[in-house]
């Protein structure tokens, strides 16, 4: 990437990633299409560019005891990143299940910060995503829900604005090549995939790895017409998104 003009920043909150945006030091950010809707409202011409993925399960919802405790309770802390997609998966969690929303207690956290949470007596709820959920059920927690059973769409991409697009084109278009190389990559050989990124990552071993991205499906190179009307729904502009790489 270096000989190519592309430099990686790697932030473990979304929130940052906005932040940094909007101040000027990143061309482009990855997030979910709430931190798009964020921006956007900021950032003219913002699109997505580069699609990766949507979570089938890799969002969660953990606790410290069951439901019932929960929609009785008077008092719940809740570990979350706010200004993040957490926020929208948290309010669909308690509307699903009659929790009162008065009774959450709010405390913003990312999910680095949020893994490392030894277990509570008082009724706790951490709102996170895998990896960090690894660390979480070590020390107690279990998962209440997922993005899957509560029927939420969330997507991950790479999202830049109109003069970024143009000014950097060549750029886009390497990374574009790489991410697309790397999916084939993790497909074909997945266990020298693990070895090369666990540096980054916090799992156990490879197993634990591929098991998380069970909880995943890779967008990248899909056009289909359900994930189109997908985009559409959320007013997610997909006129601009680079078309996928299949030779290398």
């Known amino acids: 990437m270096d000989e190519n003009n592309i430099e990686l920043v790697n932030v473990v909150s979304l929130s940052e990633n906005m932040q940094m945006y909007e101040s000027g030091f990143v061309h482009a950010f990855t997030g979910t299409q709430y931190e798009f809707e964020q921006m ?5 011409g913002l699109e997505p560019t580069i699609l990766l993925d949507r979570s089938l399960g890799g969002d969660v919802i953990m ?36 929790i009162d929303p008065s009774a959450l207690e709010l405390i913003n956290k990312d999910s680095d910060e949020s893994s490392m949470l030894e277990m509570k007596d008082e ?16 020390n107690g927690y279990k998962i209440l829900d997922t993005t899957k059973n509560l029927y939420l769409f969330v997507m991950d991409a790479l999202y830049t604005d109109a003069s970024t697009r143009k000014e950097y084109e060549e750029e886009l278009a390497v990374l574009n090549q790489l ?5 084939h990559h993790l497909k074909n ?41 997908q985009l559409e ?14 030779e290398f």
């Open 123 to 138: 009724p706790t709820l951490i709102v996170t995503y895998a990896p960090y959920d690894i660390r979480l059920k070590k």
């Open 179 to 183: 991410i697309a190389k790397s999916l």
């Open 40 to 44: 956007s409202r900021h950032a003219l």
């Open 189 to 229: 050989d997945p266990e020298e995939y693990f070895s090369t990124v666990q540096v980054f990552f916090k799992y156990q071993d490879k197993n634990a790895f591929l098991k998380a991205l069970e909880s995943i499906q890779w967008i990248y190179d899909d056009r289909s017409v359900e994930l189109m009307k």
């Open 233 to 246: 729904s959320h007013h997610i502009p997909s006129k601009n998104i680079l078309d996928p790489i299949h």
């Open 63 to 98: 606790g410290n005891c069951d439901l019932r405790t929960l929609q009785k309770a008077k008092r719940i802390h809740v570990y979350l990143e706010i200004d993040s997609v957490n926020n929208v998966l948290l309010h669909s969690f308690t509307e699903l299940y009659g």
